[in-house]
Each structure stands twice: as C-alpha cells, then as structure tokens.
C-alpha cells in the first residue's frame, strides 16, 4: 500500500501545476475514450484475475469486466445529469466517469498486490495523454485512501465524481446475511433529495455486487460520508474548492 505521506506530496505538487492550467483547449473525445479502452479494459488475463481475488470476490461479481464496464456507465450517466443541473461541461463529466475504475481489473487495490494499484496506472496514462491536472486529481481522489474518506476533494468535479462513484456502488449492491437472504436497503431513508433525484434518472441496474454483510463497500458503512455529504457540496454554490 501507498503512504499517505508519499500521495499528500503527489497531491500537492499535483494541485500546484493545476492551478497554473487553463482547460480550454482540452477535448476528451471518443478517441481518447477508446486509447483507454484498449489499454486497460482488452486483454485481461483470466489467470491474473483467478491470482488476485478471492473465491468469493469472484462470485460477488467483483472480478467481473462486465460489471466494472456498467460502473462505469452508470457514474457516467450520473456525472452528466450533475453537470447539467450545476451548468458544468456535460462531456467531461460523463466521460470521467466512465472512465475512473477503467484501470481496477487490470490493478486491483483490493486483492493484487501492486506497488501502484488502481487508479495510480490510469493516473499516470491520464499524464502521458497530457490531460489537464485537474482532471487527473479527481480520478485520485475519488480512492478512499486519497480523497473521498477524508472529503479532501480538490475541485467540484472532484466531489461529483466521488459521490456518484459511491451512488452507484451503493444501488448496485446487494448485501447478504449469513443465510444468503438479500438485506434490503431503503434508498428513501438513506439517501438524501439530490441522491434521489439522480437514481430516478436512470434505468434499473443490471449488474450487481453481491457482498456479504461482513465484507461490505464503503459506501454501504456510511452513506452521508461518501454520498450524501459530497453531493451537498457539489450543489452549493458557495461552495470553495482549492480548483475552479
Ligand atoms: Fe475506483
Ligand atoms: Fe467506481
């Protein structure tokens, strides 16, 4: 595992070179979308997968590509409705979303045992690709280990990526008990209107994660930590973050 000392310098001299960016004359078109595809999502070695997860992650569908393909697709749709109510670009948004767990099969953080695991390979690909800075910091920061736990996020863009990353894990998930009877999750009770509001824009999932109740995400530990909470802070306008 990284130290938290080693990514606070990373992110510092990160947010340094962001703040001297301009955006402008950045376009994340389909081209770039299928670099990315190709790199991380072609070619993963079944072996590799069978290596680094467990039995039973596998059968929690967490080892799947099928299911970090419709992750993806789902951050990305909530990304996009976020940047339409919040008047952010629509394009970028969607497609960090699609993008930001591209690289987890390939380098795991939860059972490979990498010196730079997920999302450190995309980060550095994202770098190579000449992506703006700030783009790059919220792919980090959206690892719990980075960003999301602590809520250090350093733009909005940063804060909508991380809570719609964790709305989608959440309505994806389904938590079992010892017996293997799903628990069910009121949404109503535990997700606040803009949560809501975000779910309801979008069809009924149809991959899931079956976790059970002593193996569970973190969003399922603590749903105002990592949606709720981040979510407010997306949509208040007074709001400062260290990036516009
Ligand atoms: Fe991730
Ligand atoms: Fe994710």
């Known amino acids: 595992m990284i130290s938290q000392k080693k990514i606070n310098i990373k992110r510092e001299v990160l947010i340094k ?7 402008n004359n950045f376009i994340f078109d389909e081209k770039i979308l299928n670099i990315l595809k190709k790199h991380f999502l072609e070619n993963i070695d079944q072996e590799i997968i069978i290596k ?15 299911y970090w393909k419709f992750h993806g697709e789902l951050v990305g749709k909530f990304m996009e409705k976020v940047a339409e109510d919040i008047g952010e670009d629509k394009n970028i948004y969607s497609n960090l979303g699609i993008i930001h767990d591209i ?44 960003g999301a736990g602590n809520k250090s996020f350093s733009s909005r863009l940063s804060a909508a990526l991380s809570a719609c990353d964790d709305l989608a894990t959440l309505i994806c998930t389904k938590q079992i008990d010892d017996k293997g009877n799903i628990i069910t999750n009121d949404f109503n009770v535990i997700l606040n209107k803009k949560a809501i509001k975000l779910i309801r ?18 969003v399922l530990s603590d749903v105002d930590n990592y949606v709720n909470e981040p979510l407010d802070m997306v949509y208040d306008k007074n709001k400062k973050f260290e990036l516009l």
Do not use: M, Q, W
């Open 103 to 146: 690289d987890y099969l390939k380098f795991s953080h939860h059972s490979g045992n990498y010196e730079e695991p997920h999302p450190f390979p995309l980060a550095n690909k994202l770098l190579e690709l000449k992506f703006p800075t700030k783009y790059i910091l919220a792919i980090l920061e959206h690892a719990g280990y980075i």
């Open 201 to 218: 824009g979008v069809e009924i999932p149809t991959h899931f994660l079956t976790l059970k109740s002593n193996c569970l995400s973190r």
């Open 17 to 23: 070179k962001a703040k001297k960016e301009t955006l």
């Open 52 to 66: 680094n997860f467990t039995k039973e992650e596998i059968e929690s569908g967490l080892a799947s590509v099928d």
